[in-house]
C-alpha cells in the first residue's frame, strides 16, 4: 500500500478522526458495571510487568490471565500480580477467556495491530500500549476494526493525556498563558545502549525486538512519540511533513534502528515542533519546551514551569528579586512552578480506562489521538531511513 493511497475513507474518516468529544454515543454492554474489571496481560515484559504492579493497586480492578512466548517473562509477570492469574504462551488461547472483560496489549510494536483487532473481535476491550500501531496499513486496519467495533472501549496508551499536571497545561496554552506558540522543543535523551541481555543468541531478536526495523520503530516509536502525541493535542492538529535524520553512530553492535534522531515537524498553523533523542548524553533526560511570544513552559516527567517572556519577565524578576515582600515563588533558571495534585500518569491512565469501560466513556487517548501520532511516526521514520522530507497522507 503506497502512502498516497492510504486514505481512510467513509465513517472511519467522518467518526474514528473527528475531533469532536461526542464522537462515541453508544450504549455500551458492559455485564460488570458495578463489579470488577478482569484485565489480562498480553506481553510480560518489563512494561507490561509494571502497568500490573499499577493495576493491583486500583480498587475492582484485576490481573485473572498472563501472557507471553519467552517462559521466563511469563513467569515474571505472573509474579507481579495480585492474586492468581492463569498463564498462557499463546495469546489468541487468552482470547477465548470468557471470564477476560479486558486486555492491555503490550507487546513488540509490529505487533499491536493484529493482537488488538483480534482482541476487539474476541469482545475485549482493549489497552494498546503506545505507539499504537506500525505501517500505514497496520495503522488503517486497526481504526477500521475499532469503528466497527461499536460496543467496546480503546484506549492508547499515551499516558500524559491521563495526566492532570498535562492536562492543565494544555488548558493554560490554549487559554493564551503564553500568547501564540512559536515552537516546540522536546528531547528525551539516554545514555545507555538499550539492549537488553540475551541469555542465548537464538532469542536476540526476540528479546532486543526495539534494535531491529522490522519489529521497532526505535526510538521515535518509543519515546518520541508521547512528545509528538503532546504536540497534536496542544495544536490540536496534525503536521503537514516531517524532515529528519539519525543514524547508528555510536553502538556499533549490529543494532538497525538508529542510536541518535532528529526529527522537525511542520504544522498548518506554522508552528515547527523539534524532536531529539540521543543515547550516549542523558543532560536534561525528558524535557518538553512549548514556546511563545508571551512565555515558555517547561515540562518534566511529573513537573511544570512557566517562564514569562520580554517585559513581563523582567517584572516577575524584579518582584522575586526585590528585598521583602516577594510572594512569587520562582525556581531559578526553570522559572515559575505550575503546581497541581496529581498521580502517576500510568496509574492515571489505567483509573481512566476502568473507568471508560465501565462508564461507557470515550477515552482521552483514544484511536483518534493514537492513529494520528502512529503517523507521524511513520512519516518520521521514512523521513529518516529515506532521507527525504515526507508530506502528509491525504486524508485529515
Known sequence: MKRREFIIKGSIASAAITTSATAMTNVLDYKNANETLNIGIIGTGDRGTGLTANINSIDNFNVIACCDIL??????????????????????????????????????????????????????????????????????????????????????????????????????????????????????????????????????????????????????????????????????????????????????????????????????????AKFTCLTSNSKDDYQIKVLGDKGTIILNYAKAWFYPEGINAKKELAIVDGVSGATMKWDKGLGIPITIDHKEPSLQALIDFKDSVINNKKPISDVKTGANTALCIQMGLDAMYNNEIVKSPEFY
Not at 90 to 97: E, H, I, P, V
Open 71 to 272: 517462559p521466563f517473562k511469563l513467569e515474571k509477570g505472573l509474579n507481579a500480580v495480585k492474586g492468581k492469574a492463569k498463564a498462557y504462551s499463546d495469546y489468541r488461547k487468552l482470547l477465548d477467556n470468557k471470564d477476560i472483560d479486558a486486555v492491555l496489549v503490550s507487546t513488540p510494536f509490529n505487533t499491536h495491530s493484529q493482537i488488538a483487532i483480534d482482541a476487539l473481535d474476541a469482545g475485549k476491550h482493549v489497552y494498546c500500549e503506545k505507539t499504537m500501531a506500525k505501517g500505514y496499513e497496520g495503522i488503517h486496519n486497526l481504526v477500521s476494526k475499532v469503528e466497527n467495533s461499536k460496543n467496546l472501549i480503546f484506549q492508547t496508551g499515551h499516558q500524559y493525556h491521563s495526566s492532570r499536571l498535562y492536562t492543565q497545561v494544555v488548558d493554560l496554552i490554549k487559554s493564551g498563558k503564553i500568547g501564540k506558540i512559536a515552537a516546540f522543543e522536546s528531547q528525551w535523551n539516554r545514555h545507555g545502549n538499550w539492549r537488553r541481555p540475551v541469555p542465548n543468541p537464538e532469542l536476540e531478536k526476540t528479546i532486543n525486538w526495539r534494535m531491529y526495523r522490522e519489529f521497532s520503530g526505535g526510538l521515535a516509536a518509543e519515546l518520541s512519540s508521547h512528545q509528538i502525541d503532546f504536540s497534536n493535542w496542544v495544536l490540536n492538529e496534525t503536521p503537514t511533513q516531517v524532515m529528519g535524520t539519525g543514524g547508528v553512530d555510536y553502538y556499533k553492535d549490529g543494532r538497525e534502528t538508529y542510536d541518535n534522531i532528529h526529527l522537525i515537524y511542520d504544522y498548518q498553523s506554522g508552528v515547527r
